[in-house]
């Protein structure tokens, strides 16, 4: 990956705040796109495939992370997820994790450095 830039997918019911994301992600070097929910996803994954994926669990909408995860589990290259949520619930990390997330975040509780840090950890 020395020569390309790594690319993030930012998946949020949230349009503005994934717009913030993908400034942010373009900042610190960053290749990335943004989806609002999981069907969105889903295409970016095929057309963009990302090396993480940035996933709010909790999108309005009918879409679902926690589905997603499922979702991205049948695919032979999924990439590297960070669930990036408000979900503190005990509960509710250990499923996340469980489904394949390798990070969880709480967003409330995390500087966006932070989370560049642990896309960095990740994709070394």
Same mark, same amino acid.
């Given at each position: @990956?020395?020569?390309e830039k790594? /690319?993030?997918?930012?998946v949020d019911s949230d349009e503005f705040l994934v717009q913030?994301? /993908? =400034? /942010?992600?373009e900042r610190a070097g960053f290749a990335?796109?943004? =989806?609002?929910?999981? /069907? =969105?996803? @889903?295409?970016?994954?095929a057309e963009f495939k990302p090396d993480v994926v940035l996933l709010e669990l909790m999108m309005v909408g009918g879409s679902d992370g926690f589905d997603f995860l499922v979702q991205l589990r049948?695919?032979?290259?999924?990439?590297?997820v960070i669930a990036l949520t408000n979900l503190a619930e005990h509960?509710?990390?250990?499923?996340?994790?469980d489904l394949g997330a390798v990070a969880y975040m709480i967003k409330t509780q995390v500087a966006f450095e932070q989370v560049v840090e642990k896309i960095r950890e990740i994709t070394k």
């Open positions: @990956m020395a020569d790594i /690319k993030i997918l930012a913030v994301y /993908k =400034a /942010k992600l990335a796109e943004f =989806a609002l929910d999981d /069907k =969105a996803a @889903m295409q970016w994954l049948e695919q032979p290259d999924a990439p590297a509960e509710d990390i250990s499923r996340a994790m």
